[in-house]
């Protein structure tokens, strides 16, 4: 993915979590989908963005892999759907 793929990706994560605010949590206790869990996903969606606006991008990969696991994991989302976000960011 480019680097603006990352940024418009994150861009709709950050959208569909907007009832949280991003915030960076001590994440050892997070075990659950609690607004806690979903600030700190939010938080590093701008991580993400700010990562790729730095021309970051291995770790942009790796921390999106992470916020879309915790998605998955959290109920948010399937593996298909992530995928597919993924193929559509490389090919637009």
């Given amino acids: ?9 994150v861009a709709r994560y950050d959208t569909e979590l907007k009832l949280y605010p991003p915030e960076r949590s001590d994440t050892s206790q997070v075990l659950a ?8 996903l939010r938080w590093m969606c701008g991580q993400i963005k700010q ?14 892999g992470f916020v879309q696991g915790a998605l ?5 989302g399937t593996i ?3 995928r597919e976000d993924n193929v559509c ?3 637009a």
């Fill in 1 to 9: 993915m480019t680097k603006q793929d990352i940024i418009e990706l």
């Fill in 33 to 40: 989908a609690t607004p806690q869990a979903f600030g700190h």
């Fill in 51 to 64: 990562f790729a606006e730095e021309g970051r991008l291995d770790k942009c990969n790796r921390w999106l």
């Fill in 72 to 76: 998955w994991a959290l109920g948010r």
């Fill in 80 to 82: 298909d759907r992530f």
């Fill in 89 to 91: 960011a490389k090919s």
